[in-house]
């Protein structure tokens, strides 16, 4: 659109401008949404809203990918995925402080080599404690992509790891069974309008289901013929 509307022929630079207002609008109100769905999906992750968002929005690229990654985690975090590190915080915490205890206890090895051991374990570990208190939303992203194939079933993916990502899986299931586009709701919305009129407000629901798919056989009968 960018490109008709820099074109040469005018009548592509009148119907483009209009097409792209059109487009913004719808664009700003679903982007947030397919990019979150779009991260979900093991076969591009992050990894593709960055590459096409840096060709969709230039030098202001990095807003747009910070926002649609501030919202992950914030949703991550809805679906209380930082519960589980925070448990996994405090477990480590007390554990460090009941082998203190038990070690003075018992009288085997002394407080003062106890904690000497414990600051050396901190520093030759530091990068596997790190890693290990990543939430699975971090190392969901880290991890390399899956692999393209036709016949992939994303929801058949999330439930065979759902062990592995039991938040991410959660919601998973929640944010990919939105509906891509709402055109088959407005349009019931639309011939429900022209069926239910003042003269049929007290048709039952079963009368108004028959209306509406006799209707609609009808209409695909007479496409069929031509």
Known sequence: MREWENSEHECLILMARPMREKFAKYWEECSLSLAIATVLDPRFKIDIVEYYYDQLYGSDSFDYIER??????????????????????????????????????????????????????????????RDSNKSELEKYLEEAVFPRKDNFDILNWWKMNSAQYLTLAKMARDILAIPATTVASESAFSVGGRVIDERRSCLAPEIVEALLTTSDWLESTKNDKF
């Open 68 to 129: 649609v990654r501030t919202v992950m985690f914030d949703l991550y975090n809805e679906y209380g995925g930082d519960e589980l590190l925070a448990g996994n915080s405090s477990y480590f915490m007390s554990s460090g402080s009941t082998n203190e205890n038990t070690s003075a206890s018992r009288g085997g090895v002394s407080l003062h080599d106890e904690h000497d051991f414990d600051e050396w374990y901190r520093r030759a570990r530091s990068s596997t404690i």
